[in-house]
């Protein structure tokens, strides 16, 4: 089926959900962000356990940011507000929209698990099978949780950095309405709405955003801008359709098409172009939920589904215009089951089967593997809690491999003290280009990874400071990396550059060994009318590969990153904010030849509520209009200036 078929599908499912929902009464909603806007860590998490689980039972490393702190970011680009935060760095081809790599605490940017109302996102079309930030808008999201360390334990292939679950608005009226509408630099237009409802009986909402921005040359150097546009929706229903029985359904949908630059004839040199890439992103879920053994037992069954369209095109060429074009497309099947065994005791169990495609020039690729999981959490006395969790992945391709976790969170006076400590095991298997294409190798073994963290959180004066500190380690062995064919090759010496007797560019293998370590550093303080968030990162990343490289740093992960976002509310109600991110120097390339100085950029914000349904912002980005870089001659946006309305109904 078409992907506009499945959205218009998912579409009218949730339209009559609302139809349904609006002759009912409001039930009573349950609250997953917690009385604690300014915590490091809200009172629930979710992704750590794949269930709703209270901040001081975890024994992993989060952070999580809820409605409040993204709205008071005013961030429109996901990567720029999860890189304000603990152990996450990015790095741009360009200015908004542009594909833009996310790296939690060193690992690949393709070794991060990104989850969209339960979606387990991934584009098979990918070299490395990885997430591009760069269409991922806020748009209606309301909460994100950045779980960091290898954890393919519940999260399967690819979460050896982490995971990242984005969740969208949830109304808790019989209706609400919202409005989001803003204005600034470079001819930037964003305006975003949803409407929704909850009653007994269902819940849903439906929201559309659409953005336009003329942007900056992605050419560091260039003298044309390179725009973006996106239009997005999203939708979501979760009808109750018996007593511990329900039906969610969800759906979103971008459109982003960016400006790019490239390596034009004669010279094959970057300069700008003309050339566009456009992105079609297409995300769907349907999940049936039920209760048995007198609500002990919380079953799950879904159906997830992604679709991925790249095209590019160069109008400067006419004869051949479509540069890039490929499909990505993902299928999974799941099931969980949460299983109360006694108080303060929870076995959370599943199995999952995933078939993923790839479609280019070539004949379509394919792929599947099935995972089967098991965890317990344990309170083994008051305050201590004890996780353990196993899995095993079957795949077609290079067979099964097992793998396990622990954690262990213990919450000592009363919460204010809580340590924390966990050790996972990640990996990350082959992509299909990896395995079948042009340069594939079929023998390919998974990417894998042993990380380890331990931690304390101390919460002070009645929660008006919060410290953490958190150390942190990871090795990373088969991971896969490209092989040139040099011309003196042989079948003898570099059999697999040659396939059927004829000679090819060169493959993919498990040739890298890769180390970080590092210390995360966080505090939040109140003190009347001031409100201060701070975190600060040390990662030291080190390519053990055997080799030219060997001891060198990895690419484009900074030594060190800080934040600090320090926030006052006037008593007229004003709320003045100046945001500071601090960047060290890294390098561009795996010889460490070219180095990316570091930066600091500051942006001020204010925001005032007009009433109860209006609130009128403005931010200044980079204030000191500071030059920057996060990848060699690409270009970042300068200093600008924004303004913007919401309305809440």
């Given at each position: 089926?078409?992907?506009?078929?499945y959205l218009?599908?998912a579409?009218?499912?949730?339209?009559?959900?609302?139809?349904a929902a609006?002759?009912?009464?409001i039930?009573v909603?349950?609250?997953?962000?917690?009385p604690g806007?300014a915590?490091?860590?809200s009172?629930?998490?979710v992704?750590?356990?794949r269930s709703?689980?209270?901040?001081?039972?975890?024994?992993?490393s989060?952070?999580v940011?809820?409605t409040?702190?993204?709205?008071?970011s005013q961030?429109?680009?996901?990567?720029?507000l999860?890189?304000?935060?603990?152990?996450?760095?990015?790095?741009?081809?360009g200015?908004?929209?542009?594909?833009?790599?996310?790296?939690?605490?060193?690992?690949e940017?393709?070794?991060?698990?990104?989850?969209?109302?339960?979606v387990k996102?991934?584009?098979p079309?990918?070299?490395?099978?990885?997430?591009?930030?760069?269409?991922?808008?806020?748009?209606?999201?309301a909460?994100?949780e950045i779980?960091?360390g290898?954890?393919?334990?519940?999260?399967?292939s690819q979460?050896?950095?982490?995971?990242?679950?984005?969740t969208?608005?949830?109304?808790?009226r019989p209706?609400?309405?919202?409005?989001?509408?803003?204005?600034g630099a470079?001819?930037?237009?964003y305006?975003?709405?949803g409407?929704g409802g909850?009653?007994?009986?269902?819940?849903?909402?439906l929201?559309?955003?659409h953005?336009?921005?003329?942007g900056?040359?992605?050419?560091?150097?260039?003298?044309?801008?390179?725009?973006?546009k996106?239009?997005g929706l999203?939708?979501?229903?979760?009808i109750?359709?018996v007593?511990?029985?329900?039906?969610d359904?969800?759906?979103?949908?971008?459109?982003g098409?960016?400006?790019?630059?490239?390596?034009?004839?004669?010279?094959?040199?970057?300069?700008?172009?003309?050339?566009?890439?456009?992105?079609?992103?297409?995300?769907a879920?349907?999940g049936?939920?039920?209760i048995?053994?007198d609500?002990r037992?919380?079953?799950?069954?879904?159906y997830?589904?992604?679709?991925?369209?790249?095209?590019s095109?160069n109008?400067?060429?006419?004869?051949?215009?479509?540069?890039?074009?490929?499909?990505?497309?993902?299928?999974?099947?799941?099931?969980?089951?949460?299983?109360d065994?006694?108080?303060g005791w929870?076995a959370t169990?599943g199995?999952?089967?995933?078939?993923s495609e790839?479609?280019?020039?070539?004949?379509?690729?394919?792929?599947?593997?099935d995972g089967y999981?098991?965890?317990?959490?344990?309170?083994?006395i008051?305050g201590?809690?004890?996780t353990?969790g196993?899995?095993?992945?079957?795949?077609?391709t290079?067979?099964?491999?097992?793998?396990?976790?622990?954690?262990i969170?213990?919450?000592?006076?009363?919460?204010?003290?809580?340590?924390?400590?966990s050790?996972?095991q990640?990996?990350?298997?082959?992509?299909?280009?990896?395995?079948?294409?042009d340069y594939?190798?079929v023998?390919?073994?998974?990417?894998?990874a042993?990380s380890?963290?331990a931690?304390?959180?101390?919460?002070?004066?009645?929660?008006?400071?919060?410290l953490?500190?958190?150390?942190?380690?990871?090795?990373?062995?088969?991971q896969?990396?490209?092989?040139?064919?040099?011309?003196?090759?042989?079948?003898?010496?570099?059999?697999?550059c040659?396939?059927?007797?004829a000679?090819r560019?060169?493959?993919?293998?498990?040739i890298a060994?890769?180390q970080?370590d590092g210390?995360?550093?966080?505090?939040?303080?109140?003190?009347?009318?001031?409100d201060?968030?701070a975190n600060?990162?040390?990662?030291?990343?080190?390519?053990?590969?055997?080799?030219?490289?060997?001891?060198r740093?990895l690419?484009r992960?900074?030594e060190e990153?800080a934040?600090?976002?320090?926030t006052?509310v006037?008593p007229?109600r004003?709320?003045t904010a100046?945001?500071?991110?601090?960047v060290?120097d890294?390098?561009?390339n795996?010889?460490?030849?070219?180095?990316?100085?570091?930066?600091?950029?500051?942006?001020?914000?204010?925001?005032?509520?007009?009433n109860?349904t209006?609130?009128?912002?403005g931010r200044?980005?980079?204030?000191?209009?500071?030059?920057?870089?996060?990848?060699?001659?690409?270009g970042?946006?300068?200093?600008?200036?924004f303004?913007?309305l919401r309305?809440?109904?």
């Amino acid at each position: 089926m078409r992907p506009e078929l499945y959205l218009s599908a998912a579409t009218v499912a949730l339209l009559l959900a609302a139809s349904a929902a609006s002759a009912e009464t409001i039930g009573v909603p349950v609250d997953l962000e917690g009385p604690g806007e300014a915590a490091l860590l809200s009172d629930v998490v979710v992704t750590a356990n794949r269930s709703a689980q209270a901040a001081d039972r975890v024994g992993q490393s989060v952070t999580v940011l809820t409605t409040a702190q993204i709205e008071a970011s005013q961030t429109v680009v996901v990567a720029d507000l999860l890189a304000r935060t603990p152990g996450v760095t990015q790095s741009g081809n360009g200015g908004p929209g542009s594909a833009t790599s996310l790296r939690i605490r060193g690992a690949e940017t393709d070794q991060t698990v990104v989850i969209i109302d339960g979606v387990k996102l991934n584009d098979p079309s990918g070299v490395g099978g990885g997430y591009n930030f760069g269409n991922l808008l806020v748009g209606d999201i309301a909460r994100i949780e950045i779980l960091r360390g290898a954890q393919s334990t519940l999260w399967g292939s690819q979460a050896i950095g982490g995971v990242v679950n984005l969740t969208s608005a949830e109304p808790t009226r019989p209706f609400q309405a919202s409005l989001d509408a803003e204005v600034g630099a470079r001819d930037t237009r964003y305006l975003r709405g949803g409407v929704g409802g909850a009653t007994e009986r269902a819940t849903w909402r439906l929201s559309a955003s659409h953005y336009e921005t003329d942007g900056v040359s992605a050419f560091a150097r260039g003298s044309e801008t390179d725009g973006y546009k996106n239009f997005g929706l999203s939708g979501r229903a979760d009808i109750r359709l018996v007593e511990g029985v329900s039906l969610d359904l969800r759906a979103v949908y971008s459109d982003g098409e960016v400006g790019t630059d490239g390596f034009p004839a004669p010279f094959y040199a970057f300069a700008d172009t003309t050339e566009t890439a456009r992105t079609k992103e297409l995300v769907a879920y349907t999940g049936l939920n039920f209760i048995l053994l007198d609500g002990r037992l919380s079953n799950r069954v879904a159906y997830a589904y992604t679709d991925t369209d790249r095209r590019s095109e160069n109008p400067a060429q006419p004869a051949f215009p479509v540069t890039f074009e490929a499909q990505g497309q993902n299928r999974r099947y799941e099931y969980q089951g949460v299983l109360d065994i006694r108080q303060g005791w929870t076995a959370t169990f599943g199995a999952e089967h995933e078939d993923s495609e790839f479609r280019s020039n070539a004949p379509a690729l394919s792929v599947g593997i099935d995972g089967y999981f098991a965890q317990l959490q344990a309170e083994v006395i008051d305050g201590l809690t004890l996780t353990a969790g196993v899995r095993r992945d079957e795949h077609d391709t290079f067979g099964g491999k097992t793998l396990g976790q622990a954690a262990i969170a213990w919450s000592l006076n009363d919460g204010d003290t809580v340590l924390r400590a966990s050790f996972g095991q990640g990996f990350k298997a082959p992509t299909l280009y990896q395995l079948y294409s042009d340069y594939g190798n079929v023998g390919l073994m998974p990417e894998e990874a042993d990380s380890w963290d331990a931690g304390i959180e101390q919460h002070l004066f009645d929660d008006a400071l919060i410290l953490s500190a958190t150390y942190f380690s990871r090795e990373t062995t088969n991971q896969i990396d490209y092989v040139s064919c040099a011309g003196s090759a042989t079948p003898t010496s570099q059999p697999l550059c040659f396939v059927n007797g004829a000679r090819r560019f060169g493959y993919y293998d498990n040739i890298a060994l890769t180390q970080a370590d590092g210390v995360e550093l966080a505090a939040a303080a109140r003190l009347g009318a001031f409100d201060i968030q701070a975190n600060y990162t040390l990662t030291n990343t080190e390519n053990r590969t055997p080799g030219a490289n060997f001891g060198r740093d990895l690419a484009r992960r900074p030594e060190e990153t800080a934040n600090l976002v320090a926030t006052y509310v006037w008593p007229f109600r004003l709320s003045t904010a100046v945001a500071v991110q601090h960047v060290g120097d890294s390098f561009d390339n795996a010889s460490n030849a070219t180095r990316l100085e570091g930066f600091t950029l500051v942006d001020l914000r204010a925001s005032y509520p007009i009433n109860e349904t209006l609130d009128v912002y403005g931010r200044i980005e980079n204030v000191a209009d500071e030059a920057y870089a996060t990848s060699a001659n690409y270009g970042t946006p300068g200093r600008g200036l924004f303004v913007g309305l919401r309305a809440r109904f």
